[in-house]
């Protein structure tokens, strides 16, 4: 077998996965089998691959900080060019054509990881695959991630492609699996590694082969659509072909909402309180957390799509049929307008639509009276939900100037944006950090919600500041019980100012700038040296620029 599970953590053993030239060396004692059922596989990858394949691996630096144009086009040239082509439409890139967020792949790996009964390999340089796989465990996995390494002999002949066929065959074990999910990272994607010529199915083991390279998905919240809707297809052509399980809670009684997004858990519970009065139930959240709950999800009267990026998964969600509403029930205006949006796509009674709003809308107006939110905020984060979290803060009284989000602008998307822009805050897709970063210069926010890096920058300049992710990300946002969660978490953060500012006056500049570290005296500004290592940088810039204009 050739699916790896490299160490979750540097203490154990060196800190690394196995290494890759080692597997390498083993495998390649293995007598290649001219017989062998995966031959052929192998040789249609080499052939598929050749001339690009040697490129890449010749490439020892390509990675998503370096060599992003040579592995796209290794990858066009490789027989990758449909996919690559349809992921610039699906997301288009904006001001930054690399990743600035954590490697995008994370995004389809986590996805696979949530679901029960589904397993999942990695294809990738074993740096990248150490990564993605220690992310992965600090987020609480708690299931191993296979992995099949490579080094440029086996990528070249396209031996890679036979080890993972290998591998896959290894894993499909129908009692413990419904799916399992193959994953080409950078490398193998642009090497032009064919998962599509992997079996569709094994033993009744589904087998989905996805590229998510860098250079392609630019946000690790598009790589869960990759997953996500690369399964709602292979699950919609199995409801075409016949009988599917129905849900393990049954079929739900009344026509249902399916959610697009993943969410804080008590939201969905929250979304079906909302929804009864107009006969209709909360149905399956994509991604799913378990296969047959994707059949559930195209059974729908509507999608809801709460994160407005799933571009592939609503092109499988239209071709069946399904209408789509964009926002989400956020705040007093926002569940107002996005009931009155599932009503119109459901052809429910203004009746009911009116009884919905009437049990809901008088216990947010409630919340957001009695939490009120006074101070100027900044939001950027790339989970996709910065637009509802923008509104909700308005709502609750907040002074918003600018909201940037890493996900690309989409058509679902189109009320919030339409929402925020008419109380005059900029809207910002595809923000790049040093756009976020920017705006919390220019409006000097009182709170800068955000992501890592910007939150650093904002408590260097004594800002308060919540991480998106960890802080905005994990808590409820819909209804009445999201209006007052929030609020108690931003006032909190919001009173920390005079604490900042505290630290601020002891601290000084210590620790600042080039007098981080530890250092033994006081430390001695040295002008000269600086001015010594600009001029070096300078003249090597220069150079490469001379370089590149005579290649
Ligand atoms: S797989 Fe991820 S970490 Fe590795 S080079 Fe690509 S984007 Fe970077």
């Known amino acids: 077998m050739n699916a790896r599970q490299p160490s979750a953590h540097p203490a154990h053993g060196n800190g690394q996965p196995e290494d890759s030239a080692g597997l390498a060396d083993e495998r390649l004692r293995t007598p290649r089998e001219a017989t062998s059922p995966l ?48 992921y610039a439409k699906d997301y288009p890139k904006g001001p930054h054509d690399q990743p600035q967020s954590m490697c995008p792949a994370f995004g389809s790996l ?29 987020y609480g996995a708690r299931r191993p991630v296979g992995y099949v390494p490579f080094n440029s002999e086996t990528l070249v002949t396209g031996k890679l492609f036979e080890d993972i066929r290998e591998a896959v065959y290894a894993q499909a074990d129908p009692a413990q699996l419904d799916a399992l999910v193959i994953i080409n990272l950078c490398v193998p994607t642009a090497s032009g590694v064919p998962l599509q010529l992997l079996p569709k199915e094994i033993n009744g083991v589904r087998i989905i082969g996805i590229d998510v390279p860098g250079f392609g998905v630019p946000t690790h919240a598009e790589a869960k659509d990759v997953l996500a809707g690369a399964m709602l297809q292979y699950a919609m052509q199995e409801v075409q072909a016949g009988p599917v399980a129905a849900p393990r809670t049954g079929k739900s009684a009344l026509p249902t909402i399916t959610l697009l997004g993943e969410m804080f858990p008590a939201d969905p519970m929250v979304i079906g309180q909302m929804l009864a009065p107009m006969q209709l139930a909360a149905g399956a959240v994509v991604p799913t957390r378990e296969w047959r709950e994707l059949y559930a999800a195209l059974d729908c009267a509507a999608v809801a799509a709460i994160h407005p990026f799933y571009t592939a998964s609503m092109r499988v969600f239209a071709s069946a049929g399904r209408p789509m509403v964009g926002s989400a029930p956020i705040g007093y205006e926002g569940t107002a307008a996005w009931l009155d949006a599932i009503g119109k796509a459901t052809n429910t009674s203004e009746e009911k639509i009116a009884a919905a709003k009437q049990a809901v809308l008088p216990g947010i107006k409630a919340n957001l009276d009695r939490a009120p939110i006074k101070g100027r905020i900044t939001v950027s984060g790339y989970e996709g939900s910065e637009l509802l979290v923008a509104r909700m803060l308005i709502e609750s009284g907040a002074d918003v100037r600018y909201v940037g989000s890493a996900c690309p602008r989409t058509d679902m998307s189109a009320t919030d944006r339409d929402w925020l822009e008419a109380r005059g805050v900029h809207v910002q897709y595809r923000a790049s950090l040093e756009q976020d970063l920017a705006a919390v210069d220019e409006y000097q ?14 408590k260097e300049k004594t800002i308060p500041s919540l991480y998106f992710t960890n802080l905005i990300s994990a808590r409820p946002l819909m209804g009445a019980a999201g209006a007052g969660s929030l609020a108690q978490v931003v006032n909190a953060a919001l009173a920390n100012k005079t604490r900042f500012d505290t630290m601020k006056a002891f601290f000084g500049e210590t620790g600042i700038g080039d007098n981080a570290g530890i250092w033994q005296g006081v430390p001695v500004h040295r002008p000269e040296f600086k001015a010594q290592v600009r001029r070096q940088q300078e003249k090597r810039a220069a150079k490469r620029a001379q370089e590149a204009i005579g290649t």
């Open 445 to 458: 926010p009182d709170l800068a919600i955000g992501t890592t890096p910007v939150v650093q920058k904002a």
């Open 39 to 86: 031959a052929e596989g192998a040789q249609k990858a080499a052939s598929l691959a050749e001339g690009a394949q040697k490129a890449v691996a010749m490439d020892g630096g390509a990675s998503c900080v370096s060599g992003k144009d040579r592995m796209l086009a290794s990858a066009h040239a490789s027989g990758k060019s449909e996919v690559l082509t349809q």
């Open 110 to 138: 986590r996805v696979g990881l949530r679901m029960r009964r589904t397993a999942t390999i990695l294809s990738g340089s074993a740096c990248c695959v150490y990564g993605l796989t220690f992310t992965s465990h600090f």
